[in-house]
């Protein structure tokens, strides 16, 4: 119903930066929230930043000043911009999306996630 391909994870060296995409793809009514969250090894999954649809803005504290998310309605397709990457910013980062299928069925789809790995 809905499908979601990340990319942009990797290898990077401490105070490097990377740029990760979802876009997504399918039939609904409408699409409403879109984010990112990650799971570090050992510790349980976090927000990132989300964006609505109208452009409202959240961020984790520990990422606010870093990271920038933003959102082409177009393409229907999030980006995270990561700067300023620490070790600590290590893990799987996935992308999720809120959409409506029908007027009274909503729906998250979760991407299958990518790595990032900050590391010298």
């Known amino acids: 119903q809905v499908q979601l391909v990340e990319s942009g994870g990797g290898l990077v060296q401490p105070g490097g930066s990377l740029r990760l995409s979802c876009a997504a793809s399918g039939s609904w009514l409408s699409i409403g929230l879109m984010g990112w969250y990650r799971q570090a090894p050992g510790k349980e999954r976090e927000l990132v930043a989300n964006?609505?649809?109208?452009?409202?803005?959240s961020y984790a504290d520990s990422m606010k000043g870093r990271f920038t998310i933003s959102r082409d309605n177009a393409k229907n397709t999030i980006y995270l911009e990561m700067n300023s990457l620490k070790p600590e910013d290590t893990a799987v980062y996935s992308c999720?999306?809120?959409?409506?299928?029908?007027?009274?069925?909503?729906?998250?789809?979760w991407g299958q996630g990518t790595q990032v790995t900050v590391s010298s």
């Open positions: 964006i609505g649809s109208d452009g409202t803005i």
């Open positions: 999720n999306v809120n959409v409506l299928l029908t007027r009274l069925r909503p729906f998250a789809s």
